[in-house]
């Protein structure tokens, strides 16, 4: 699995780089504790659940380093991705150039509290790469994939897609803009169709899926959806 370490410490590696250009490039300085802060977040949470997939389980780690428009099988799905890919960008951009031109004022507490809405989201994500070794980035089913109904596949049916809900809501604020939670709105709204898309396909393609969508009624937030 060398080859699959490799390639997924170069993505990893060329997504903290990206994030971090977008961020002081469009901020136009370095003098920007909210960056910091937020990458130190970012990038730490990124690492520790890459590392983790190494040493635990690194099927998952083969499945999620498959990831992008390009993976996706289907010409919707490409599209989804491409559109939720250029709200991620947005999302590093807007906050950059709002500390730049001081379009918005957020408090600092306020940012701190964006920072822990991000690594709560990771901690979801985490829970779902452990209790879901099929959890693939793209839409698909692997061979000998059974339903997962346990830990926070009991709670709610796409768990991860929650776990993004959260981050999405927290790295705007960690950021220390409100105007950067402009393109959070189509990038749930990708989230939500993609959602809706898997279920189709899950239910049409893995055996046992319609059961558990019976049995447990909410798809990201217990008691609303």
């Known amino acids: ?53 190494m040493k635990r389980d690194p099927r998952l780690l083969e499945r999620r380093v498959k990831a992008g428009p390009v993976a996706e099988k289907e010409r919707r799905q490409r599209i989804i991705q491409l559109i939720a890919s250029v709200g991620f960008v947005g999302m590093m951009i807007l906050p ?46 692997g061979a000998e994939q059974r339903v997962i109904s346990t830990g926070p ?19 705007p604020l960690a950021l220390g803009s409100w105007l950067g939670l402009l393109p959070v709105v189509p990038m749930m709204a990708a989230i939500v169709v993609r959602l809706l898309d ?6 049409t393609n893995l055996p046992g899926y319609r059961e558990y969508r019976e049995k447990t009624r909410y798809r990201i937030a217990p008691f609303l959806w």
Request: hydrophobic share 55%.
């Open 1 to 53: 699995m060398g080859h699959v370490n490799a390639k997924a410490s170069a993505g990893l590696l060329c997504l903290l780089v990206v994030v971090a250009a977008c961020l002081f490039l469009s901020a136009g300085t370095s003098d920007y504790w909210q960056a910091w802060v937020f990458l130190a977040a970012f990038c730490g949470a990124e690492i520790a659940i890459t590392v983790y997939l």
């Open 96 to 141: 950059g150039l709002d500390h730049r031109f001081g379009w918005s004022t957020v408090q600092p507490w306020v940012s701190i509290g964006g920072d822990g809405l991000v690594l709560l989201g990771f901690l979801g994500v985490f829970l779902v790469f452990k209790e879901n070794t099929y959890a693939s980035a793209i839409i698909e089913v």
């Open 153 to 171: 596949y009991a709670v709610v049916r796409h768990p991860m897609y929650s776990a993004a809900l959260v981050m999405l809501a927290g790295v």
């Open 198 to 203: 898997e279920e189709r396909f899950l239910a």
